[in-house]
């Protein structure tokens, strides 16, 4: 009897290329954002003849591709000229002056920067940008604690554009009047994929990232479906990953519906990246994991609290649970430590 002809062996996987399938993967071509992308690129196209660039502010809801046509943007402008200098700074990651200060010098290769304050960093950023010009890309802009940077920017850094992004397009009318406009933005909105070009994006994962004809019709069609409810390309990609895994552990030789049944929910907004803050908030604190892997949950709540989150520690530790239920993050007991038993936390990747 052939009971197990359509099992996988141990070494067999359906995933040719898993990576494709990672938050950070960046495809050659981002399809259907030629005309965002053209109108942010439009505002650089001055700098091209040694002026005075525009600034922009891309605003839309999460998972839709603005840091990806960001990115994407740079890149080619570094293919393109060296007479242009491309700079991308997370502001959550870095959400002030100084931090932001500390990146761009980091991106410049420029190392002398202990002792110095933040305003004495923007002097030598100064110096050595305005030999030629630079776009700045602000990234969750709305995370930044103060803008000073930006004053800085655009008074002391001759040729520039800036670009800001943001899902919060409202929170950017707190920003004070006059630096808005000082800033002159011009606005590009991303709005939500059709369901066409959910299905076109995550057809483009699937031929990348998988064999051949490992998904069925119907298992992808229900992948496409919920990712355009969802209106997030991240919990796409997710669906895809984790049915494909669910589907290797289950030995099946291919991807069927029941696989992504089986693992929707687990691919809640909420577990990846979302328009609420709750959401953002379960993000940040992934991110914090990640840039501290292997520290204790309790070192990584206090690094939380700094940067001035709001959980008490009871809902810190339920979202890090959640994360780890996931599998974007392992706790590891260790008994009998220096510390007594204490919880260490890794960040298994997206
Ligand atoms: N047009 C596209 N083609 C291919 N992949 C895409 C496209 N748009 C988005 N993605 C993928 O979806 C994921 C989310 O995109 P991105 O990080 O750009 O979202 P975002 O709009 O910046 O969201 P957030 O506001 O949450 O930061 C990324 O992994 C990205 O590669
Ligand atoms: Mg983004």
């Known amino acids: 009897m052939p009971l197990f002809r359509d099992m996988l062996h141990a070494d067999e996987s359906l995933l040719k290329n898993e990576q494709v399938l990672d938050f950070d993967y960046q495809p050659k071509l981002v399809k259907y954002r030629e005309s965002q992308q053209f109108a942010i690129a439009d505002c650089m196209k001055p700098l091209f003849n040694k002026r005075d660039g525009d600034n922009v502010l891309v605003y839309g809801t999460s998972g839709i591709g603005k840091t990806l046509a960001c990115k994407h943007i740079l890149q080619e402008l570094e293919q393109e000229t ?19 200060a500390l990146n761009i010098c980091e991106q410049l290769q420029y190392p002398f920067t202990p002792n110095k304050k933040g305003v004495e960093l923007f002097q030598k950023i100064a110096e050595r940008l305005n030999k030629k ?5 602000f990234d969750e802009i709305d995370k930044a604690e103060d803008f000073d940077f930006l004053y800085f920017i655009s008074e002391k850094i001759f040729r520039n554009s800036i670009v800001l992004i943001t899902n919060f397009k409202s929170k950017l009318f707190s920003m004070d009047k006059r630096l808005r406009s000082r800033l002159f933005l011009e606005f590009v909105e991303f709005n939500k994929y059709t369901f066409e070009e959910t299905r076109g994006i995550l057809q483009e994962r699937v031929d990348y990232a998988f064999f051949k004809d490992v998904w069925t019709k119907e298992a992808f069609d229900l992948a496409v479906q919920k990712t355009f409810e969802m209106g997030d390309i991240r919990c796409g990609l997710l669906i895809l990953r984790k049915a494909g895994k669910l589907a290797e552990n289950e030995s099946s030789r291919s991807i069927e519906v029941n696989h992504v049944e089986k693992i929707l929910d687990k691919v809640d907004k909420y577990a990846v990246k979302g328009s609420s803050d709750l959401d953002g908030e379960t993000r940040n604190i992934l991110h914090l994991i990640r840039d501290n892997s292997g520290s204790t949950i309790f070192d990584v709540f206090k690094m939380y609290q700094k940067k001035k989150g709001k959980l008490v520690y009871r809902s810190f530790y339920r979202k890090v649970k959640h994360l780890e239920l996931n599998k974007y993050v392992r706790i590891k007991k260790i008994y009998g430590g220096k510390k007594g038993n204490t919880s260490i936390v890794e960040y298994l990747g997206l």
């Open 82 to 100: 060296d007479a242009i200098i491309p700079i991308y700074v997370n502001c959550w990651e870095h959400n002030t002056t100084y931090k932001i």
């Open 133 to 137: 010009s630079a776009v700045f890309v």
